[in-house]
């Protein structure tokens, strides 16, 4: 950080939070130093961060509530969070996919909406461990129509057709097999086994958690194996994230910042922090602000 002296508090709290998210903690002394203000100014900023329950106080200092993630939270509970940040980096995910291309859509709550605006892509193959995205195309196809979570008017061509008739240029989905986790996605040898028989252009993959320390991580260890697996079977890596993913760290790692060709986020992500993964990613795409 430099000189932020005239910073307004919010603005200076934000700074912080980010600190806390990407080293894992932070010190008063320090902070004064890098924010150029009184030491009770700092302890102010972080008795209101603790307030908001952004932060855990620890003496001398503050860290991040809860530390390392070991727990995953069930799909339901993951859906009703962000869901504006996560409709915008789901449409813009959704252009960078051609038609009659070969794709792969991990498990999580971003892939399931990316799923909903890419029914009326032609000619799609999708592969996937997620039984809710599976549930999307297979929903649209029974009902003979392109309409799916993104809300859209039914395609030219497809009302009154039969129920169970695939519409034409409806995308094929292979869905692999495997152990279902809380956040309904299969995992685990079987998974793996599928999936490494696989080859796709482009893998959408929805994480726990996103730091330049851990890289890309999840609580659930299995997953963490086939989430390794599906990007050794993709030639290019699209993240789909938002911006509250920044700063977590799930209980295993399992690739690095620098494995991944795209990130999708939203807007809420801070100056700093695109900054810093500017490093370390060679494509950041922040949702409603790409050109």
């Known amino acids: 950080m430099s000189d932020h002296q005239n910073l307004l508090a919010e603005q200076r709290r934000a700074l912080i939070l980010d600190e806390v998210r990407r080293r894992g903690g932070v010190r008063v002394n320090e902070l004064t130093r890098r924010l150029n203000v009184s030491d009770m100014t700092i302890r102010r900023d972080l008795d209101a961060l603790a307030r908001q329950g952004a932060v855990e106080k620890v003496h001398g200092g503050a860290v991040p509530v809860g530390g390392t993630s070991a727990h995953e939270p069930g799909f339901e509970a993951k859906s009703a969070l962000e869901l504006g940040a996560k409709d915008e980096i789901a449409r ?36 996937t461990n997620s039984v809710r995205v599976a549930d999307v195309f297979h929903t649209a196809q029974g009902a003979g129509t392109a309409a799916g979570t993104s809300g859209r008017a039914p395609a030219a061509g497809t009302a009154g057709r039969p129920t169970g008739e695939a519409r034409p240029g409806a995308a094929t989905v292979v869905l692999t097999g495997g152990v279902r986790t809380p956040s309904d996605a299969l995992v685990g040898p079987v998974a793996d086994q599928a999936i490494g028989s696989l080859h796709f252009d482009v893998l959408f993959l929805g994480v726990h958690g996103i730091s330049v320390e851990a890289g890309l991580s999840t609580p659930n260890l299995a997953e963490a194996e086939t989430n390794r697996r ?30 991944v060709d795209t990130l999708v986020t939203d807007a809420g992500l801070s100056p700093e922090t695109r900054a810093e993964l500017a490093d370390h990613l060679p494509g950041l795409v922040v949702a409603g602000e790409e050109e």
């Open 230 to 259: 599906l990007m050794r079977s993709a030639r290019r890596v699209v993240v789909v994230a938002d911006h509250t993913k920044w700063g977590t760290v799930g209980l295993s790692s399992f690739a690095r910042l620098e494995e």
């Open 92 to 127: 813009t995910a959704a252009r960078m996919v051609a038609p009659g291309s070969a794709i792969a859509l991990s498990g999580g709550t971003t892939t399931f909406a990316l799923a909903g605006y890419l029914l009326d892509v032609p000619d799609l193959t999708v592969v």
